[in-house]
């Protein structure tokens, strides 16, 4: 990334490396680093004689352009009789080294494309990467290791850099926005960041050499940047969606919780704006930042050719819930005081499936609440919106009354910043909220360094006509699931994201209401970029673009083209889940160091799931029948009984009444009310108590969320029949009209109208493989048969 030490506002002020080109000899590669403006040039040494250590060098020396030559001209001489020094190739960072039975190979950017800018600080994304091995000497190695090298090579490889990989040598784009602006943290620390993805690629030198100028922070889900209007002002909007390495795979290789509190699909969405102002201008920036994942409960689902929608098998190993609890006090350390549940699967179901775990999850949170004191109690949320959706109630308006809800309660970050070129080329932003969150500071003391904070953005800003507005803060986070946190999700996130940006067009002065219409062009848009988010997450995790049945509504799209469109992804996805997730979970593994291959040890290939080696992924029995919800009993985690630990934020004082968005209510008002809660969606729907009286923060609200008819046609449960069928008359059957748009298989899709042709795609199929796609049936010998 950049250089060692960032000292402003946690982007880089000291110089970066951002143009590296390689050389060789026979025992050495030598790697070149200039700044942007070509003051500034590094050496690198990576000694090629011993393959089977990975030996760095780095030349402390700051040298000019000529002196730089002049060494290379040197080298050159003093190995002229070995070949000189050659030209290997231009690249623009490390991705890290990699070994696996032979010698080291060196993963590198050789091109880059520009996606964007936030405050001036560019963001790339790859658009071509290389391998090149370290050594010019292999390991002279049996046949075996030499095919199994091989092997592992081709299936790293498989992890392709140039698709939902950005990276930035200025800005920390793997934190959030607010906490660039708050910390003051070392280039080192930013690659302990859970969104890191080359954290373990990049240990080696980074431990070497103490600092991150060679190497670049790969961060792996979404990143969009695009300029809107409202009331004919331009703004841009910046959509990131920043996917955990921790716990990370595929749908049903990775579900739920693990020992250390990790959950599957673990994403965090930040939502920047910022004015369309000329460049080194004051400008007002807003983000808000919510989060999904997994249900955090042990449980799992067995990928099946059989079935489109496998057994949920539930674990008893952790009846206090322990890990659980990790899971939250994980989410109290990143964002605060209070978090916010929104659950979103079914409440009620012909035979029990998502309302295990919604009944589990209820009983968890409650156990966890008794524990904790009553600020810091969990927000409990759950929607089952499928009988709403019958009713052609209007879900996103649903939605958004939950938003405003949770945005009530957590407010938005907002500032004003100057961006100042230094001399050396690089941007910091001139205003600093850093220690702003320290632990050991007292109310007072935050208090002092807010009004610090505004004096110097104030005095930044002096020349400017108009007067500053105070900044704002975003403490707390809403948490949205449903089973894979992908489909209903991502609808429920594009409500939040409308809700916040009102709110954020409205603290910069941009409009006069903080309430979008969803009538304008605006909604559109915004509607796009995360209905592409949606496609993007879904297909890393799911292996499909996202059902995006409530947006095709929502534009008013024919029926039959949405039909059609939301079988091709479901087979596509079933495909993917039951015939290549398991080399993209290995790759995966491979590539965050989950598993490393040792002398005399199976291959990742032998191994028959990633329990072997990936913590936190229990063992469970397989049920013989289908539809049944398999629970078994373990050891649990702990014996300490959970009432008697600590809140989740004992040792941190909560940030409360810094944001002009979060009004000043106490948590009895909030979680406690009966009136408060039908406010929201009306009187119709229930609010329950405990047996005592109290507030029971596991179900807080009970409005059913659209999954058969509404965003998820692969989520619904129907009857399942019990005749087996050999998967290669599956396969045979999948292959007729298994054919995609190159945007299914890429990262967005856009909702279009389809052709005639297209629209009778359902007929080209036997009616009972269509209602095996379509309603989950277990597909039979029966079902096959040609219309």
């Given at each position: 990334?950049?250089g060692?030490?960032?000292?402003?506002?946690?982007l880089?002020?000291?110089?970066y490396?951002?143009?590296?080109?390689?050389?060789?000899t026979?025992?050495?590669?030598?790697?070149?680093?200039?700044?942007?403006?070509?003051?500034?040039?590094?050496?690198?040494?990576i000694?090629?004689?011993?393959?089977?250590?990975l030996?760095?060098v780095?030349?402390s020396?700051?040298?000019?352009?000529?002196?730089c030559?002049?060494?290379?001209?040197?080298?050159?001489?003093?190995?002229?009789?070995?070949g000189?020094?050659?030209?290997?190739?231009?690249?623009?960072?490390?991705?890290?080294?990699?070994?696996?039975?032979?010698?080291?190979?060196?993963?590198?950017?050789?091109?880059?494309?520009?996606?964007?800018?936030?405050?001036?600080?560019?963001i790339?994304?790859?658009?071509?990467?290389?391998?090149?091995?370290?050594?010019?000497?292999?390991?002279q190695?049996?046949?075996?290791?030499?095919?199994?090298?091989?092997?592992?090579?081709?299936?790293?490889?498989?992890?392709?850099?140039?698709?939902?990989?950005?990276?930035?040598y200025?800005?920390?784009?793997?934190?959030?926005?607010?906490?660039n602006?708050?910390?003051?943290?070392?280039?080192?620390?930013?690659?302990e960041?859970?969104?890191?993805?080359?954290?373990f690629?990049?240990?080696?030198i980074?431990?070497?050499?103490k600092n991150?100028?060679?190497?670049v922070?790969?961060?792996?889900?979404?990143?969009?940047?695009?300029?809107?209007?409202?009331?004919?002002?331009?703004?841009?909007?910046?959509?990131?969606?920043?996917?955990?390495?921790?716990?990370?795979?595929?749908?049903?290789?990775?579900?739920?919780?693990?020992?250390?509190?990790?959950?599957?699909?673990?994403?965090?969405?930040?939502?920047?704006?910022?004015?369309?102002?000329?460049?080194?201008?004051p400008?007002k920036?807003?983000?808000?930042?919510?989060?999904?994942?997994?249900?955090?409960?042990?449980?799992?689902?067995?990928?099946?050719r059989?079935?489109?929608?496998?057994d949920i098998?539930?674990?008893?190993?952790?009846?206090?819930?322990e890990?659980?609890?990790?899971?939250?006090e994980?989410?109290?350390?990143?964002y605060?005081?209070p978090?916010?549940i929104?659950?979103?699967?079914?409440?009620?179901?012909?035979k029990?499936?998502e309302t295990?775990?919604?009944?589990e999850?209820?009983?968890a949170?409650?156990?966890?609440?008794?524990?904790l004191?009553?600020?810091?109690?969990?927000?409990?949320?759950?929607?089952?919106?499928n009988r709403?959706?019958?009713?052609?109630?209007?879900?996103?308006?649903?939605?958004?009354?939950?938003?405003?809800?949770?945005?009530?309660?957590?407010?938005?970050?907002?500032?004003?910043?100057?961006?100042?070129?230094?001399?050396?080329?690089l941007?910091?932003?001139?205003?600093?909220?850093?220690?702003?969150?320290?632990?050991?500071?007292?109310?007072?003391?935050?208090?002092?360094?807010?009004?610090?904070?505004?004096?110097?953005?104030?005095?930044?800003?002096e020349?400017?006509?108009?007067?500053?507005?105070?900044?704002?803060?975003?403490?707390?986070v809403?948490r949205?699931?449903?089973?894979?946190?992908?489909?209903?999700t991502?609808?429920?996130?594009?409500?939040?994201g409308?809700?916040a940006?009102?709110?954020?067009?409205?603290?910069?002065?941009?409009?006069?209401?903080r309430t979008?219409?969803?009538?304008?062009?605006?909604?559109e848009?915004?509607?796009?970029?995360?209905?592409t988010?949606?496609?993007?997450?879904?297909?890393?995790?799911?292996?499909?673009?996202?059902?995006?049945?409530?947006?095709?509504?929502?534009?008013?799209?024919?029926?039959?083209t949405?039909?059609?469109?939301?079988?091709?992804?479901?087979?596509?996805?079933?495909?993917?889940?039951?015939y290549?997730?398991?080399?993209?979970?290995?790759?995966?593994?491979?590539?965050?160091?989950?598993?490393?291959?040792?002398?005399?040890?199976?291959?990742?290939?032998?191994l028959?799931?990633?329990?072997?080696?990936?913590?936190?992924?229990?063992?469970f029995?397989?049920?013989?029948?289908?539809?049944?919800?398999?629970?078994?009993?373990?050891?649990?985690?702990?014996?300490?009984?959970?009432?008697?630990?600590?809140?989740?934020?004992e040792?941190?004082?909560?940030?409360?009444?810094?944001?002009?968005?979060?009004?000043?209510?106490?948590?009895?008002?909030?979680?406690?009310?009966?009136?408060?809660?039908?406010?929201?969606?009306g009187e119709?729907?229930?609010?329950?108590?405990?047996?005592?009286?109290?507030?029971?923060?596991?179900?807080?609200?009970?409005?059913e969320?659209?999954?058969?008819?509404?965003?998820?046609?692969?989520?619904?449960?129907?009857?399942?029949?019990?005749?087996?069928?050999?998967?290669?008359?599956?396969?045979?059957?999948?292959?007729?009209?298994?054919?995609?748009?190159p945007?299914?298989?890429?990262?967005?899709?856009?909702?279009?109208y389809?052709?005639?042709?297209?629209l009778s795609?359902?007929?080209e199929?036997?009616?009972g493989?269509?209602?095996?796609?379509?309603h989950?049936?277990?597909?039979?010998?029966?079902?096959?048969?040609?219309?």
């Amino acid at each position: 990334m950049a250089g060692e030490n960032g000292s402003d506002a946690g982007l880089h002020s000291s110089p970066y490396l951002q143009k590296l080109r390689l050389y060789e000899t026979r025992s050495n590669f030598y790697m070149i680093g200039r700044d942007k403006n070509r003051t500034l040039w590094r050496v690198l040494k990576i000694d090629r004689s011993n393959p089977s250590e990975l030996t760095v060098v780095e030349d402390s020396t700051a040298y000019s352009e000529i002196e730089c030559c002049d060494l290379l001209r040197r080298i050159h001489e003093g190995n002229r009789s070995s070949g000189g020094l050659k030209f290997v190739t231009a690249c623009y960072g490390i991705v890290g080294f990699v070994k696996f039975l032979e010698s080291y190979s060196m993963m590198l950017i050789t091109k880059r494309k520009k996606i964007g800018a936030i405050c001036g600080h560019t963001i790339y994304a790859i658009s071509k990467s290389e391998m090149i091995p370290i050594s010019k000497f292999p390991i002279q190695s049996n046949m075996a290791y030499s095919k199994n090298e091989k092997r592992y090579k081709k299936l790293l490889s498989t992890v392709d850099l140039t698709k939902d990989f950005f990276f930035s040598y200025t800005y920390n784009v793997m934190h959030s926005l607010q906490r660039n602006l708050r910390r003051n943290e070392t280039g080192l620390l930013h690659y302990e960041s859970m969104f890191v993805w080359n954290e373990f690629l990049t240990r080696g030198i980074r431990n070497t050499l103490k600092n991150t100028l060679w190497t670049v922070a790969l961060v792996y889900g979404f990143f969009k940047q695009v300029r809107l209007f409202v009331s004919g002002k331009s703004f841009f909007l910046t959509l990131i969606a920043r996917r955990s390495r921790h716990y990370a795979g595929t749908r049903y290789l990775k579900r739920g919780v693990n020992e250390k509190g990790r959950v599957a699909n673990d994403v965090e969405t930040e939502q920047i704006v910022f004015e369309d102002v000329n460049e080194g201008c004051p400008s007002k920036i807003s983000s808000v930042v919510q989060n999904r994942g997994s249900i955090p409960l042990f449980w799992s689902q067995e990928t099946s050719r059989l079935n489109l929608k496998p057994d949920i098998i539930l674990s008893k190993k952790d009846p206090n819930y322990e890990a659980t609890r990790l899971h939250f006090e994980d989410l109290d350390m990143r964002y605060g005081n209070p978090i916010i549940i929104l659950n979103l699967i079914k409440g009620s179901e012909k035979k029990p499936r998502e309302t295990i775990l919604r009944t589990e999850f209820a009983t968890a949170i409650r156990l966890i609440n008794k524990s904790l004191f009553k600020e810091n109690r969990l927000r409990f949320l759950h929607w089952d919106l499928n009988r709403h959706s019958r009713k052609a109630t209007n879900v996103l308006a649903l939605l958004g009354r939950v938003a405003d809800y949770a945005l009530n309660l957590t407010g938005i970050f907002y500032c004003q910043v100057t961006p100042n070129c230094t001399q050396d080329g690089l941007l910091t932003l001139s205003c600093s909220v850093q220690n702003y969150e320290s632990p050991a500071k007292s109310s007072s003391d935050k208090t002092d360094d807010i009004d610090k904070f505004e004096t110097d953005v104030a005095n930044d800003n002096e020349k400017c006509s108009e007067t500053v507005k105070h900044p704002m803060f975003q403490t707390g986070v809403l948490r949205t699931n449903c089973i894979d946190c992908l489909d209903r999700t991502n609808v429920a996130q594009y409500a939040y994201g409308l809700v916040a940006l009102g709110r954020q067009l409205h603290a910069m002065g941009l409009t006069e209401s903080r309430t979008i219409d969803q009538n304008i062009p605006l909604t559109e848009d915004l509607m796009g970029v995360y209905e592409t988010m949606g496609d993007t997450l879904a297909l890393q995790y799911g292996g499909s673009a996202a059902h995006n049945k409530i947006f095709c509504q929502r534009r008013g799209q024919w029926k039959a083209t949405t039909q059609s469109q939301e079988f091709l992804r479901t087979l596509q996805r079933y495909y993917n889940n039951a015939y290549m997730d398991a080399e993209k979970q290995s790759a995966i593994n491979l590539f965050l160091g989950n598993f490393q291959q040792q002398e005399d040890k199976p291959a990742l290939w032998e191994l028959d799931s990633d329990q072997h080696y990936c913590v936190g992924r229990p063992s469970f029995k397989r049920s013989l029948s289908d539809g049944n919800i398999v629970t078994e009993t373990d050891s649990p985690l702990g014996d300490s009984n959970i009432g008697h630990h600590q809140p989740l934020s004992e040792n941190r004082e909560t940030l409360r009444g810094l944001s002009e968005s979060t009004p000043a209510i106490t948590m009895s008002e909030i979680s406690y009310s009966r009136m408060s809660c039908r406010q929201l969606f009306g009187e119709e729907d229930q609010v329950y108590y405990d047996e005592n009286g109290n507030e029971c923060n596991c179900t807080n609200f009970d409005l059913e969320w659209l999954s058969s008819s509404g965003n998820s046609c692969d989520e619904d449960i129907f009857d399942r029949f019990t005749t087996r069928l050999s998967s290669e008359n599956i396969g045979a059957e999948l292959n007729v009209g298994m054919t995609t748009s190159p945007s299914e298989s890429g990262s967005s899709i856009k909702g279009g109208y389809r052709t005639a042709s297209e629209l009778s795609i359902l007929d080209e199929f036997p009616e009972g493989f269509v209602n095996w796609v379509t309603h989950g049936d277990m597909l039979t010998p029966l079902n096959l048969t040609s219309k």
